[in-house]
């Protein structure tokens, strides 16, 4: 069942209000007090109290001897590495793209690295069509593309280097420029800074992109999502609407995939 129909389905109250207390302990780096985590989950810790004794003997949560703290127990840890073994970050992007293209009014592309560099793995077309030389499988010019330039801020040295080597051994990657000299300085700071890189009217004259980010639980580079579309109805400004929607969508995929709220956002 996908995540958003969870919401309109009959719940427990009860549960849902326990699970504030594991959902404070989460966002916490070490354990709590009591009165701590009654505060967090905002309730009184005559009531937080016999939830945590419950979760206790579930194994979710295990009480400090010394200092009567609380943290989450080994039944915490081994729900958590299940979901973690069990995330796809296409499957999760998928649908959010969808919406994203839907109220933007604008195609949308979902890329990763491959073997030959940033590699479109999803392209959803808008209602409005444009006319781009893009499917599955195409590789994007690192230094570019918006789409390339997420992988040139956000990709271990190693790598780039790699494709750099292939690059000069592989006439088709040379055909395709996709690495033509360094991103200047100043514009990889801002993509770094702001987890977002622009791509006015190039490589595909009359098209503009925006893309954003998506980074996995250990905080690395997961996948690019892209909106492009004609520069006439596409507004390519970092502070504008079309790049708010993309940053919500990427801080959702990153959410998903285990990142705090907020690391896309930037």
Excluded at 86 to 106: V, W
Excluded at 204 to 214: D, R
Excluded at 233 to 259: C, K, M, N, W, Y
Aim: charged residues 20%; neutral net charge; hydrophobic residues 45%.
């Amino acid at each position: 069942m996908p995540v958003s129909d969870l919401e309109n389905q009959r719940s427990i109250q009860s549960i849902e209000i326990g699970g504030r207390l594991l959902n404070a302990l989460a966002l916490q780096s070490g354990p709590m007090s009591l009165k701590e985590l009654a505060q967090a989950a905002e309730m009184t810790p005559s009531k937080a109290h016999p939830y945590l004794v419950s979760f206790g003997r579930l194994g979710l949560i295990e009480q400090e001897r010394d200092s009567g703290q609380y943290r989450l127990g080994p039944a915490a840890l081994q729900l958590g590495l299940s979901c973690l073994r069990q995330l796809d970050p296409l499957k999760i992007a998928g649908p959010l793209m969808e919406e994203l293209s839907e109220r933007i009014q604008q195609s949308a592309v979902i890329a990763v690295w491959g073997n030959l560099g940033p590699t479109v793995v999803r392209m959803i077309e808008s209602h409005q069509p444009i006319h781009v030389n893009m499917r599955v499988g195409t590789v994007m010019s690192v230094n570019r593309t918006a789409t390339g330039k997420i992988f040139a801020a956000f990709m271990p040295e190693q790598k780039l280097e790699a494709l750099k080597g292939i690059a000069l051994g592989d006439r088709m990657l040379r055909d395709q420029k996709v690495i033509d000299v360094a991103l200047p300085s100043q514009e990889l700071a801002r993509i770094k800074r702001t987890a977002m890189a622009q791509a006015i009217g190039q490589p595909i004259p009359g098209i503009h992109a925006l893309s954003a980010a998506v980074f996995d639980q250990f905080g690395a580079l997961a996948l690019a999502i892209t909106a492009l579309g004609p520069a006439e109805s596409f507004d390519v400004a970092l502070d504008g609407p079309i790049a708010q929607a993309l940053r919500e969508t990427a801080d959702q995929i990153s959410h998903r995939l285990g990142q705090p709220r907020g690391r896309s956002a930037a």
